[in-house]
């Protein structure tokens, strides 16, 4: 009978399980590996030869098939040398089959029999979890991550031969010890360094206390991008839950930072030169993009409008669904894409269309083409609309420090706290979240407030999907005045957010 051994392949973000047989039989040495093996898993042969001699000093000298079953799903990736090592060792004689039973186990193999760590490890754990697994054996550099799911036995090894002598029951592999959440340093910069600009930074609060997204348009260095750069430091501390969300899918990508764990909200900034694809995911085998990877984050688009209006299209979908699904002719996966969006553009190709100093010298065609890039599907979708004008030169030259990122952080944190007691019932976090059916259930306007909306809604002509973003930023401002009802006035700063 074949030795087996549990192991995983990841496709999207989720581990799917993966049973690594063996067979020695008569025949000319070979390692042969059938499975739909990638290119990676093919080459594991010479990698686990050469890490079995460096640990046992020896090889079958005859011929070994191992199985990846399901056969017809791809396995891609480095994860299958450790299992493959161990169910040749079991076949072999030098452990017992038994002692695979209950086990989950992934790693990159050295040639001389060390373990390099690998990718999607959180997703591992919560597979082994979901399966009932007794134990989950990873390499060292993995175990902080895996620990983070509680209810199962993760265990770490440098070296392929600890883990022969723990299965022979010669010596115990330490358990993986759970990386710690404390908060890192802010390494953004701090409101209190931006000279004026008393309205951006308002706007800025009300977005991050409710999840909305903006759109900063002015003349060059008027402090657009210093804006946007600061507004993570504002931004509420990720819950164990969002740890665990953003951390599962930078380890997928294979973008963990050293400390193994993702503590701070992500803030993505690709260049105007990015494809579709970048930023939506994609692949022959599927990888989360830029919108993914900026999950519970930020993703700031700078120079906005020279992003090729298609790929500003793609943006559409999961802006409204905080989600996108990537469609292959192997199958679909679906990432995660809940995040901020800030875009920071310039009133025209010169720049200077707003400049009260500077004469704007772009041809009307140029400017009519230019703005053509901004699409009135995607403009529905962003809540928040402002302009940031050139900063006098009283406010330039002020040395007096403003209103620091850590009281601004307290109001937004307070806010959303409001945010979560309200929306209890259901798995939402924030305002922006909302459907509109929630926002008909949840959302009380005082009388003042239900007359300024209508008038409004006649005046501007305003769509239903930018009727339900004007009340959802109502909301937002009333919770940051810690007010149950919206009151006309926080309708009043709404609609001064939005381009009529």
């Known amino acids: 009978m074949a030795s087996s051994i549990t192991t995983a392949s990841i496709i999207g973000l989720d581990a799917r399980p993966v049973t690594v047989e063996a067979d020695i039989s008569n025949g000319l040495p070979a390692l042969v590996l059938v499975g739909l093996p990638d290119t990676a898993v093919q080459e594991a042969r010479e990698r686990v030869k050469s890490a079995i001699k460096h640990s046992i000093n020896d090889f079958p000298k005859t011929r070994v098939t191992v199985n990846l079953a399901p056969a017809d799903v791809k396995k891609v990736g480095t994860p299958f040398d450790l299992p493959i090592s161990l169910v040749i060792l079991a076949e072999h004689g030098t452990i017992k089959s038994e002692s695979l039973a209950g ?78 959440l404390t908060e890192s340093p802010i390494i953004h910069p701090d409101f209190s360094a931006i000279r ?31 804006l946007a750069r600061s507004f993570p430091s504002i931004l509420p501390r990720l819950s164990l839950d969002e740890v665990l969300e953003v951390t599962r899918i930078h380890s997928v990508a294979g973008l963990l930072p050293k400390q193994s764990i993702v503590r701070e909200r992500p803030f993505r900034a690709p260049h105007h030169s990015a494809s579709g694809i970048s930023l939506v995911g994609g692949g022959t085998i599927p990888r989360p993009g830029e919108i993914s990877l900026a999950h519970r ?24 669904d905080g989600a996108v699904t990537v469609s292959r ?43 053509k890039k901004l699409s009135g599907p995607l403009l529905d979708r962003i809540d928040l609309f402002l302009e940031v004008p050139k900063l006098p030169t009283h406010d330039l030259t002020n040395h007096l420090e403003a209103e620091p990122s850590s009281i601004i952080r307290e109001r937004v944190e307070r806010a959303r706290r409001i945010q979560r007691e309200r929306l209890a019932t259901t798995k939402l976090q924030t ?9 008909r259930r ?11 909306l209508k008038h409004a809604i006649e005046r501007y002509q305003l769509s239903g999907r930018s009727y339900f973003r004007l009340l959802k930023v ?27």
């Open 103 to 180: 086990l989950l186990v992934a790693g990159e193999l050295s040639l001389d029999g060390s373990l390099r760590p690998v990718h999607g490890a959180l997703s591992f754990a919560l597979l082994a979890k979901g399966l009932g697994m007794k134990q989950l054996i990873l390499p060292t550099e993995n175990g902080p991550e895996a620990a983070l799911v509680e209810g199962i036995d993760v265990r770490t090894a440098n070296h392929l031969r600890e883990i022969i002598k723990s299965l022979k029951g010669k010596f115990e592999l330490p358990p993986a010890e759970s990386a710690t």
């Open 196 to 226: 004026g600009q008393a309205q951006a930074k308002r706007a800025l609060e009300v977005a991050a206390a409710g999840g909305h997204n903006i759109l900063l348009q002015g003349p060059p260095g008027s402090g657009k991008t210093l």
């Open 297 to 320: 984050g930020v993703l700031f688009l700078d120079e906005f409008l020279e992003f090729p209006r298609d790929v500003l299209e793609t943006l559409r979908q999961p802006l409204e």
């Open 329 to 371: 002719a192997a199958g679909a996966v679906t990432f995660p894409a809940r995040f901020s969006l800030i875009g920071a553009m310039n009133p025209c190709p010169c720049g200077f269309a707003t400049d009260p100093d500077r004469p704007c010298v772009c041809p009307p065609l140029h400017l009519l083409r230019y703005q």
């Open 431 to 439: 305002n922006a979240e909302m459907t509109s059916e929630q926002v």
């Open 442 to 452: 949840t959302i009380t306007l005082t009388s003042e407030a239900q007359v300024l």
């Open 474 to 500: 109502g909301q937002t401002i009333a919770d940051l005045a810690n007010q149950k009802e919206v009151q006309a006035e926080h309708i009043a700063e709404a609609l001064s957010y939005r381009q009529g």
